[in-house]
Structure formats: structure tokens, C-alpha cells
């Protein structure tokens, strides 16, 4: 990788979160038990819409472990993702900071197998959760930092890393190899057109193999699921239970040999719809054999799971989710920034702090992430970031809950789009790169949640605001600088 190392050069622009910052009053005394820290158990699903869980409306499958988790804990219904693509959603995850300040803001590629990496300087919320004294642990999809670079997972604060480094692989789910720390694990079951080892089935064993080394100590466990990302594959018992269940059909012709097979491209499969569902029935029971190995091990009561997507539902490899309305009652898909491109389910349980069969109409986001888990670890969360902590919100203290004053996010694709909400008005702004088409549109979403009808013209007070906020909310990036074809883009 000596041939990368000009890259560690650009990283010197981006800048440092280590300060920290005064604690937000959530610490020791509220959560944790007998002198332990709690668990954290993170399981961050890949481009599962709002629409795609039953508990939250859908009709064509169900999913009974993740709706138990809803009926157990708290069901968030105005969560947003990070951003409407994986990478950058992943940096404001781990960074606790939006899109217009994280260190990653798009998905840069770098060949052979990588993405641009987060700098050293970046203080990332596993860094944080090892400093309070956990063990911490990544399972599945990175991408943010090719293998061996600044950003590889053990350089940004995990202890252990098994699964795909570079998102680009991680399309597809029979791959030649795997990272296992800083070994590839060559998967000999897989060479040439085999499908021996299905990949999120080789991750999920060894997550569960995390948990039980780990059960008596306190761990952060990040589940960086590829399900339901394209490609649709799933194995064939699951495929099954769907097959001719879910017509009609939709076929899908892929790349099935040559020299970028199994490099990126999606292979072909004829039962999209039958793939689709069976791949998310499958994360159902993955998520409910982690909830099973925390309760066999007895520290399920000492243990917060959360689960939520990195953002809206995909139409890439033959997705559909115009069939299984897989974006619920929003407008947009992934790479847009309405809200079916980033407003994602959120479920979290632990027993005795969350009320069982809860709602929350909280506004929050991705970048919360990192100051509520500080609270919950009993340390400070860094200086500067974008989150709040909704720990107050998870423990029913709404009367303490800080609010936004307003959400942003960017996307360099597609002529850059940018969004903001700030109470109920949501601002959208497409083909940024133009002048003269990238007039701003304003949405009322308490009385128009699907984004029909733009008012912009009705209040161009508010659009004023708004076109003020577009500019504040944003500091420059040398690397991700928001203009016309400045990086590749593939995710």
C-alpha cells in the first residue's frame, strides 16, 4: 500500500475533534448498574428504507425480531441518516459531525480496494468509547479508509475488525476475500463462480464470537450490516420461502463473468423480488440471534441495542422499492435528499431505561450518535461536533431533551443537492453546480410530509433563512470541495 501515501499528504487540511467538551449531565449515576458501563450493541443496516420493517408499515414481509425490539424499546419515527449515501453517512455517525463538516463527505474511491480515509487527526467515536474503557468492535461494511491506511477500523479506534473494508466489494456477497484485522482472508469457497461462503452469514458468526469473548467486560459492538445493499442474493432456503410469492417478478441482468466480476459489479438474478425479501428476513433473524446471545449470556439487561439504516431504500442490481413501497409515506430513494433518501427507522432497547413500546417523534440524527453514547459511557463528548444527545429522549426526560435548530446534509452526485430542516420546514436544493436551475424549494412537512407541494413562493422569507443557512452550515474541504467532477463516486 506504500503507493497510497501520497494521499496521507491531502489530510493535512482536514482538521482534529480531540478537544472535548463539558459533559452533558447524563454520565455514571443514571446509567450504569452495580459500577458496569452498559453494552452498546450499534447495528446499522445498508440502504433499508423507512418502509422496509413491519412496525413500520410493511405489508409484503414482516420482521418479528426487529418489531420486537420496537415493542421492547423505543420506536424513533423522525430519524435521519447521516447522509443519502454510505460513506459520508458513516463519517457523520462516527464523527458527530453533519455533512458540511465531517471529514468525509462523498464516496471517493481508491483502487485497487478502498475509499478515500479518514485522516489520523479524526477523534472517532470508537476512539472515544476506548478511552472509557471499552472493547471495541466492527463487523461488516467500512469504508472509510483502504486496508492499512490512516482510516483502516484499527486506526480509528477498533480493537477488532472482520468483514469488507472497501464498500465497492462489499456488493457483492459471495466475495474472493474478507478482512480479519489486518489479514485477507482469502474465501477459497468462493474462487471462480463458486458460492461456497455467504458472506454475511461468515460476519454474523463472528460478531456473535465477539460478544461471547467480551461478555464481561463493557464492548461497543458496531454491526455494519451489507443487507439489503445490492446485490439481491440470499441463500437458497430463504429464497424459498419467498419464491413465486411475491409477483410479479422482476428480473435483473448483471455482470456473471470476466474480468469485473465480483469487483464492484452486481450479478444477475432473476427473482429480485423473492431476493429482496428473503435478505431482509435474514437480517431479521441475524438481529434476533444477537438480542439471544446477549439474554443467553445474562447481559442483555446491562446492554442498549439500537438499529437503523444508513440511509433510504436503493433501486441499484433490480431493486424495487416502488413494489414494496419501501420509502413508506416519503418522496425520494437513495441520493436524494427528500426524505425517503434520509429519514431512517430507528429502534432502541434497554431494559430498565427505555419504557417498553415507546414512540418518539424527537428529531435527530446520525450525528447524535456520539455525544448520547458519551453520556451513556459517562465521559464528555468532543468539542465542536453537530450532535446532541438524545439520551435524555431515551430515559423519557423530554422536558430535558436539547433540540436542533436546524439539520443539514450535502451531496456532491448528480449536480449537488443540499437540505436543510429546521423546524418543520424542510429547504431542498438540486443541481447546486448550476446557477441558473438550483432555485430553492420549501416543503411545510407538518402538513406535507411527502414533499408535494413547494411553498417557496409563499414564504420567501423563510427561503432567505434558508439560502443564509446553506452557506453557514458548511466549512471547505480541499479533498470533498463540492464542486463538478472533482472525485469519483461509486457506492
Not at 438499529?307 to 413508506?328: C, I, K, L, V
Request: glycine residues 10%; proline residues 5%.
Amino acid at each position: 500500500m506504500k503507493h497510497f501515501l501520497f494521499l496521507f499528504a491531502l489530510t493535512a487540511v482536514l482538521f482534529s475533534c480531540k478537544d472535548k467538551a463539558q459533559n452533558t449531565g447524563h454520565g455514571d449515576s443514571e446509567t450504569t448498574r452495580n459500577g458496569t458501563k452498559p453494552n452498546i450493541v450499534y447495528i446499522l443496516a445498508d440502504d433499508l428504507g423507512y418502509g422496509d420493517l413491519s412496525v413500520y408499515g410493511q405489508e409484503k414481509f414482516s420482521t418479528p425480531n426487529i418489531d420486537k425490539l420496537a415493542k421492547e424499546g423505543m420506536l424513533f419515527t423522525q430519524h435521519y441518516s447521516g447522509s443519502t449515501v454510505c460513506a459520508p453517512s458513516r463519517s457523520a455517525l462516527l464523527t458527530g459531525m453533519h455533512t458540511g463538516h465531517t471529514v468525509v463527505r462523498g464516496n471517493k474511491e481508491i483502487m485497487p480496494e478502498g475509499q478515500y480515509p479518514m485522516p489520523d487527526n479524526t477523534f472517532t467515536l470508537a476512539e472515544a468509547m476506548k478511552e472509557a474503557g471499552y472493547t471495541t468492535g466492527a463487523f461488516g461494511k467500512w469504508g472509510l479508509g483502504f486496508p492499512g491506511s490512516e482510516g483502516d477500523p484499527l486506526n480509528q479506534g477498533f480493537d477488532t475488525f472482520f468483514g469488507y473494508n472497501c464498500q465497492r466489494l462489499g456488493h457483492n456477497y459471495y466475495p474472493r476475500h474478507l478482512w480479519a484485522n489486518k489479514d485477507s482472508l482469502v474465501l477459497e469457497g468462493n474462487a471462480g463462480k463458486k458460492k461456497e461462503t455467504y458472506a454475511p452469514a461468515l460476519i454474523h458468526k463472528k460478531t456473535l464470537e465477539f460478544i461471547e469473548l467480551n461478555k464481561d467486560n463493557p464492548f461497543f459492538l458496531y454491526v455494519a450490516s451489507i443487507i439489503p445493499h445490492a446485490e439481491l442474493a440470499a441463500p437458497e432456503e430463504l429464497m424459498e420461502k419467498y419464491r413465486g410469492k411475491l409477483l410479479p417478478e422482476k428480473e435483473y441482468e448483471g455482470v456473471d463473468d470476466g474480468p469485473e466480476y465480483r469487483t464492484g459489479p452486481y450479478e444477475s438474478q432473476k427473482e429480485t423480488h423473492a431476493a429482496f425479501a428473503a435478505m431482509v428476513h435474514l437480517l431479521d433473524i441475524q438481529v434476533g440471534e444477537i438480542v439471544e446471545k446477549l439474554e443467553k449470556l445474562g447481559i442483555a439487561d446491562n446492554t442498549m441495542v439500537i438499529f437503523t439504516s444508513d440511509n433510504g431504500p436503493h433501486t441499484e442490481g433490480g431493486a424495487d422499492p416502488e413494489y414494496f413501497d419501501s420509502n413508506g409515506p416519503f418522496r425520494g430513494t437513495k441520493r436524494d435528499l427528500y426524505e425517503g433518501g434520509i429519514r431512517v427507522p430507528m429502534i432502541a432497547k434497554w431494559p430498565g431505561r427505555i419504557q417498553p413500546g415507546t414512540k418518539s417523534d424527537h428529531v435527530s440524527a446520525f450525528w447524535d450518535v456520539f455525544p448520547t453514547f458519551s453520556d451513556i459511557a459517562g465521559i464528555d463528548a468532543p468539542k465542536g461536533i453537530d450532535g446532541i444527545s438524545f439520551l435524555p429522549e431515551l430515559l423519557g426526560d423530554t422536558v430535558g431533551q436539547r433540540e436542533h435548530d436546524y439539520l443539514y446534509w450535502e451531496f456532491h452526485e448528480k449536480g449537488g443537492r443540499q437540505a436543510i430542516r429546521k423546524g418543520n420546514w424542510k429547504a431542498v436544493k438540486y443541481n447546486v453546480f448550476d446557477a441558473s436551475n438550483n432555485k430553492i424549494q420549501l416543503y411545510d412537512l407538518g402538513a406535507d410530509l411527502s414533499e408535494q407541494n413547494d411553498v417557496a413562493d409563499k414564504h420567501p422569507e423563510i427561503v432567505e433563512e434558508m439560502k443564509a443557512l446553506f452557506s453557514e452550515a458548511r466549512t471547505p474541504s480541499e479533498v470533498f470541495t463540492f464542486d463538478q467532477g472533482t472525485y469519483l463516486n461509486v457506492e
